[in-house]
């Protein structure tokens, strides 16, 4: 059985063992503490913990005043709110102020499950990689979560974390490091490569890459834990190297990570790119595993991605001849 | 309040009316109705009761001010500049491309700008955000809030409303410049905001109302709002829009309005042949 930890109590205990560090650290919630789970961080830093209610552009407003009066807020809710109805107050009081507000939503895409359309965000990646200098990221398991949480919270500037709150297997060891804005290779490869972003999805690349295998194709994988700003010279390096990819991602196919590394591809080395992500729909409810197949998201669409990738290769190098 | 302190604190309203109405009629266009509006109450803070420090705008543990009606930024310049936190020549560059003092309070622009503002009823939660972290570090200062009338038809105001009451934001006095007027017209007519008074008590803040152009009631009123033990405060300004620009005074549309140079002028003279 492989290791698995709970995401929102890594994430909990990051922030006690920073708080307990550093007291500018600050914690708001919107009713939600229950679902982020961090009532620990209340128990032990009462004062240091917000909650203010259903209410979440006044929560990111009064976060953006707390930087302004010097402190770190970490403020949380479901990734739909943060995105969607927080937005203005990210953009002006936060972003534009250029102040220093660490934003969490939780339970991106089909990881509302039951909570269904309404909560369901597959457009908050694309709305907040339009916030100039915003970084936005999201860890694929407990160790990364851990590590990137320490270093958004030593960034000065705003960010916007997607957080998957279940348990999720470990797939780091405590050695690895990790910097926003550089892509880890989980595997290396030399047909194809998978880019990946989020607990769900990297473990479905992962997946996909030992399908591949006894296909006899060789795919690397890589986790692209921060979409903005993108890892261009890693994208270049196994665009070069693999000659095709394949993107993974829990969220609209539009203006997500696909988009990025889209756009990274076409201004400087154009090859075939095949985006697995949500095709322009709403969310609905259902366990990960029906919404993985429902959206086609799961492995073996990616492993079908990844083939039409190379079929259309050969079929593009015959044209070349 | 001393006679003589009262004497120059409407000489310094004089002076500070007439810079903005200068600094936006040389401009040619602005947000005269409500930056007129806000004078007195901004020149009492600024004159009278917050500690400030214009070598230093950047000290923590000083009084803060978020002008969450964004678009009055040309008065607080005015101020800011009348107290050396910048030279006065920067008041000519209002709005000019890159200048350092745009049409909205920018707190990375301007020295002296507690907080960026201008998406209406974001500085509300602003405030309140200063006001905990001040609370946090044991800053024993004040933090004072201005927001618009027609800025309270956004939700904002009312989640603030609900959240600094709940923290007991004792150190928060917020001021309604309430003009009666909003863009499209008379505030009752476009979105009625009345009963002020009721609705500030029910959320439970500490309530009074007075004339935002007397010095002498506006005093005695931030006076009574400094000493409230639990309640964050909310000082009602009855306020006329335009207050003192003949060109511009109780017009419906002065919101926003072309303001010509030899007209703001003339708009000084008139103001400097008052008693």
Redesign the interface.
């Known amino acids: 059985m492989m290791n698995q930890l709970e995401m929102r109590a890594v994430y909990t205990q990051t922030l006690i063992e920073l708080a307990k560090k550093d007291e500018r650290i600050v914690l708001l919630e919107a009713d939600l503490m229950k679902a982020s789970g961090t009532g620990i961080f209340k128990n032990i830093f009462p004062e240091r913990t917000f909650n203010m209610g259903v209410a979440e552009a006044n929560m990111v407003g009064v976060a953006a005043g707390l930087s302004a009066g010097g402190k770190i807020p970490f403020s949380d809710t479901f990734a739909c709110f943060a995105a969607r109805r927080a937005y203005d107050q990210f953009f002006i009081s936060g972003n534009y102020a250029r102040l220093n507000v660490k934003l969490v939503g939780t339970d991106p895409g089909i990881a509302s499950e039951y909570n269904g359309g309404t909560h369901m965000p597959f457009e908050d990646i694309g709305i907040m990689r339009n916030i100039p200098k915003l970084v936005v990221f999201e860890p694929s398991d407990p160790v990364s979560l851990k590590k990137l949480v320490e270093k958004s919270a030593s960034y000065q500037g705003c960010t916007y974390m997607r957080l998957h709150r279940k348990p999720i297997t470990v797939i780091y060891s405590e050695e690895d490091e990790f910097e926003l804005g550089k892509g880890k290779i989980l595997k290396d490869g030399t047909d194809i490569t998978l880019i990946a972003s989020g607990a769900i999805m990297v473990a479905e690349a992962l997946k996909a890459s030992e399908l591949l295998i006894e296909e006899g194709i060789s795919a690397a994988v890589i986790d692209m834990h921060t979409i903005k700003p993108i890892d261009t010279e890693l994208i270049l390096h196994y665009a070069r190297k693999t000659g095709g990819l394949v993107t993974c991602e829990n969220h609209q196919q539009i203006n997500g990570l696909g988009s990025a590394v889209a756009e990274t591809l076409i201004e400087n080395y154009p090859v075939l790119l095949n985006r697995i992500g949500v095709r322009d729909e709403f969310g609905e409810v259902g366990k990960t595993d029906y919404l993985l197949e429902r959206y086609q998201l799961s492995a073996g669409h990616i492993v079908s991605a990844a083939k039409t990738n190379l079929e259309q290769r050969k079929k593009l190098e015959l044209i070349q001849i | 309040m001393e006679k003589q302190e009262l004497k120059q604190l409407e000489a310094k309203a004089k002076e500070i009316r007439k810079m903005t109405i200068d600094s936006i009629g040389y401009l040619g266009v602005g947000h005269i109705g409500g930056a007129l509006s806000v004078v007195e109450i901004l020149t009492l803070l600024y004159y009278k009761h917050m500690d400030t420090s214009p070598e230093e705008p950047k000290r ?1 543990d000083r009084d803060k001010l ?1 002008l969450s009606k964004g678009h009055a930024g040309p008065t607080l310049y005015s101020i800011l500049a009348d107290k050396g936190f910048f030279p006065k020549e920067w008041l000519h560059t209002l709005n000019k491309g890159g200048t350092r003092l745009p049409s909205h309070c ?3 622009c301007t020295p002296g700008i ?3 503002t ?2 209406l ?2 500085g ?11 609370r ?2 044991g800053v024993d200062k004040k933090v004072y809030l201005i927001i618009g009338d027609g800025e309270s038809n956004e ?2 105001i009312w ?2 409303a ?2 600094a009451a ?2 007991k934001l004792n150190n928060l006095i917020a001021f309604t410049d309430y003009n009666k007027m909003q863009i499209d017209g008379y505030v009752h007519e476009i979105m009625n905001i009345d009963d002020l008074n009721a609705k500030w008590n029910a959320f439970g803040w500490f309530v009074q109302r007075v004339n935002g152009h007397d010095f002498l009631d506006m005093d005695m009123a931030v006076e009574r709002a400094k000493r409230e033990l639990y309640r964050p405060s909310m000082i009602i300004l009855d306020t006329i829009k335009g207050k003192g620009a003949f060109f511009a005074e109780r017009r419906l549309d002065n919101h926003n309005m072309n303001v010509n140079y030899d007209t703001a002028k003339e708009a000084c003279r008139l103001l400097d042949q008052e008693n």
């Not at chain 2, 509300?124 to 001040?134: L, T």
Request: hydrophobic residues 40%; glycine residues 16%; proline residues 0%.
């Open positions: 923590k978020v920018d707190m990375n507690d907080m960026t201008g998406s009823g974001q509300m939660s602003a405030a309140i955000g200063i006001a905990m972290a001040n946090l570090d939700g904002q989640e603030g609900m959240a709940h923290y």
